[in-house]
C-alpha cells in the first residue's frame, strides 16, 4: 500500500502553492481535485502584490504573464459618486483560469502527482490517513484541507458551520470593454451588494459581485438582478451598456460564508478558505490563501524533525489565529459599514477629504508582503 507524506484535497490557490512549495522541500505529494485545469472560478481576480516575494521565492513568475499591474482604487457608492485612492501596495489582475493553471503547472514540474477525482470521505485512524475518492482510497501520513469555501465534504466532516444558512451569492463573468482603464481596481456598491471590476491578463475585464440573497431572490435571475439593480448605480449602468460579455452565461455560487472555522479539523490541516474566507470587499482572500499554505509547508517541514502531531496542530492552529484573526474581526466590521448606505455615504465624504483613511482602513484588512 503507497502512503504519501502529504495528501492535499483540493488545488486551488492554497492547495497548489502548498504542493509547490513541500515538494521543493522533497516531500512527496498528492493533489486530489475534482476538476480539470483550466478553469474558470467565481473570483474577483485581483490578487494582493503581497503575495509576490513569496511567489519569487517558490519560483512563480507574474511577470511572464501579461497580468494587469493594480495600483489605484476606485470606490462608488450608490449614485455612483465616485472616490480614488493609490493603493499603498498594490496587486495583479489575473483570471483564475490563468493563475491556477500556472500553478498547476509548476506543481507538476516539481513533481506533484495529481488525480482528478472528488474526494467523499477522509478517515483517521492509527496515525495515518485514508482519502476516499468517487474511484479509491488513498493514504498519507499527513492531509491538507483546501477544498474551499464550501465543499460537500464540510457537511461529511460534520463542520459546524455548514448547516448555518449564508445569504451571500457571488456572480462573475468577463467582459470586453474599450474603455476600462488599465491599472485600476473598481468598487461599486449597488443595494445589498458590492461589484468588482478589474482587467486581467486578456485584456478583458472581470465583473464579479457579491450580493445578500435577500435582495437577490426577489429579481429571480442574473439578468434581471443586473437590469434592474445593479444599473441603479450610473457607474456600472454605464460599464454593462458599453460593454459586451464574453461567457455564454454568468458563473454563479451561492451559500457564500464568512463564519469561523477550524485550522484544524479532526487532524486534516486546513489551508485558504477551507481554514476561513474574508469578505471580498474588505480583504485578500487570494493573498490569504496563500500565505496560509506558506505558513502550514513550513510548519509540516519543522515537524519532519520533530514528529509531534500535536505540536504540529496547536503550531499552525496558533500561527493561524496570530496571522489571520484581527483581520477577520477588522474586515467583517468594515464590511457592515460599507453595506449600510448612510454609512458608505458618510464614509465616502469622509475619504474624499482625506484618503489617508481609506489606506488606514486598507492596512487593517490587508497584509504585508510575505516574506
Ligand atoms: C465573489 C467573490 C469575489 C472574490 N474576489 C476576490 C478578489 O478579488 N481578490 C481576492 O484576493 N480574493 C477574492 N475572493 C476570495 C478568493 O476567491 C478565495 O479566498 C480563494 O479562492 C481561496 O482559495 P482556496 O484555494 O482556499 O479555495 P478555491 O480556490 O476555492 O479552491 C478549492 C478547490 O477545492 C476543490 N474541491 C472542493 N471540494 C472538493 C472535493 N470534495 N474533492 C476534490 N476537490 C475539491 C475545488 O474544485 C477547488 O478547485 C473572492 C471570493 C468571492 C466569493
Redesign the pocket.
Known amino acids: 500500500m503507497k502512503i504519501y507524506d502529504v495528501i492535499i ?7 497548489l502553492t502548498s504542493a509547490i512549495d513541500l515538494s521543493s522541500s522533497g516531500f512527496e505529494v498528492l493533489l ?4 480539470e485545469y483550466p478553469k474558470h ?8 502584490n503581497e503575495v509576490l516575494p513569496y511567489f519569487n521565492r517558490l519560483g512563480i513568475d507574474i511577470n511572464q504573464t501579461k497580468a494587469d499591474q493594480i495600483n489605484r482604487l476606485t470606490l462608488s457608492n450608490r449614485n455612483g459618486e465616485t472616490v480614488n485612492v493609490g493603493l499603498p501596495l498594490g496587486g495583479f489582475g489575473m483570471s483564475r483560469y490563468a493563475l491556477d493553471h500556472l500553478l498547476y503547472e509548476k506543481a507538476k514540474s516539481n513533481g506533484v502527482q495529481f488525480k482528478f477525482e ?2 467523499t470521505g477522509v478517515e483517521f485512524e492509527n496515525e495515518q490517513f485514508c482519502i476516499t475518492t468517487n474511484q479509491q482510497n488513498y493514504y498519507s501520513e499527513l492531509a491538507i484541507g ?4 464550501r ?3 464540510d457537511k461529511k466532516l460534520g463542520r459546524y458551520f455548514i448547516n448555518k444558512k449564508t445569504p451571500w451569492i ?1 456572480i ?1 463573468a468577463h467582459y470586453q470593454s474599450d474603455d476600462f482603464p488599465n491599472g485600476e481596481v473598481q468598487l461599486h456598491n449597488f443595494e445589498g451588494g458590492y461589484c ?1 471590476l478589474s482587467k486581467t491578463e486578456t485584456g478583458a475585464v472581470n465583473f ?3 450580493a445578500h440573497y435577500d435582495s437577490f431572490k426577489k429579481e429571480g435571475s442574473v439578468e434581471n438582478f443586473n437590469q434592474h439593480i445593479l444599473t441603479k448605480n450610473p457607474k456600472l449602468k454605464s460599464f454593462l451598456k458599453n460593454s459586451e460579455m464574453l461567457f455564454d452565461k454568468h458563473l454563479a ?1 451561492s451559500q ?1 460564508s464568512f463564519q469561523n472555522k477550524n485550522a484544524v479539523e479532526n487532524h486534516m490541516l486546513m ?4 481554514a476561513g ?1 474574508i469578505h ?1 470587499l474588505c480583504g ?6 496563500i500565505h496560509s499554505a506558506k505558513l502550514l509547508s513550513e510548519e509540516i517541514k519543522k515537524y519532519k524533525t520533530f514528529k509531534s502531531r500535536n505540536q504540529l496542530e496547536e503550531n499552525y492552529t496558533a500561527i493561524w489565529e496570530q496571522t489571520f484573526r484581527k483581520r477577520l474581526i477588522f474586515g467583517s466590521a468594515f464590511q457592515k459599514i460599507l453595506l449600510q448606505p448612510k454609512l458608505t455615504n458618510l464614509g465616502m465624504s469622509l475619504v474624499s477629504k482625506s484618503p489617508f483613511l481609506i489606506k488606514k482602513m486598507i492596512q487593517q484588512t490587508h497584509g504585508k508582503p510575505i516574506s
Open positions: 484535497i483540493g488545488g486551488g490557490l492554497a492547495g486530489i481535485e475534482k476538476d472560478k467565481v473570483c474577483g481576480e485581483y490578487v494582493s472528488t474526494v483546501s477544498f474551499g469555501k465543499s460537500t465534504l457571488g462573475k468588482g464579479c459581485y457579491l455560487i457564500v489551508a485558504g478558505d477551507s474566507l471580498p485578500n482572500g487570494m493573498a490569504m490563501a
